[in-house]
């Protein structure tokens, strides 16, 4: 069965929410980030989103072309959890307005490489409640954004979850990556 891997960039504050927009600090660039990035989506052959990352990537990754992270993510299967968006335009998306839960799990049950799943929501709390997610990769940021209401936070609010560390990474620029996943 695929995985559900859920790759969130989040503060030292724990903010979530737009990540585009959060102070930057003058350090060495690490492109093993980018590489780790482009690892992750190159193993999957999905991507599952909640509206508002879908409102975040649409307008820039349609833009973008000639490597192979925007090559892929433009071309891949994406599946958008919304009641609100109705026709989107970036191709190969598909709107899962109804019955969230058992469609996320034929998703799962199907031959092919493992789902990768952006932003950190309700979305996110959903999988969760429902046993669907597998993997938690946390990039954390060395910054406090100092902003931010609960709906911007990781877990505003979400169902007990025990998580084991299996893979972490620290890069030059003082970002840690860590990997969980979904403790037995």
Known sequence: MRKIINSTYISL??????????????????????????????ACDAILMGRR???????VWQTRSGDPYSDRINTMPKYVVSTTLTDPDWANTTVISTGVVERVRELKSQPGRDIVQYGFGAVSTLLME???????????????????????????????????????????????????????
């Open 130 to 184: 429902n046993g669907l997610l597998d993997e938690l990769r946390l990039w954390i940021h060395p910054l406090f954004v100092g902003t931010g209401s609960t709906d911007d936070l990781l877990f505003p609010q979400g169902p007990p979850s025990q998580f084991e560390l299996v893979d972490s990474t620290i890069l030059e620029s003082s970002m840690v990556i860590l990997t969980y996943r979904l403790a037995a």
């Open 53 to 59: 990352t879908y409102e975040g990537f649409a307008p």
């Open 13 to 42: 504050d724990g903010v979530v929410e737009q990540p585009h927009l959060w102070p930057t600090i003058d350090r060495p660039s690490d492109e093993r980030g980018g590489q780790i990035q482009t690892e992750l989506l190159l």
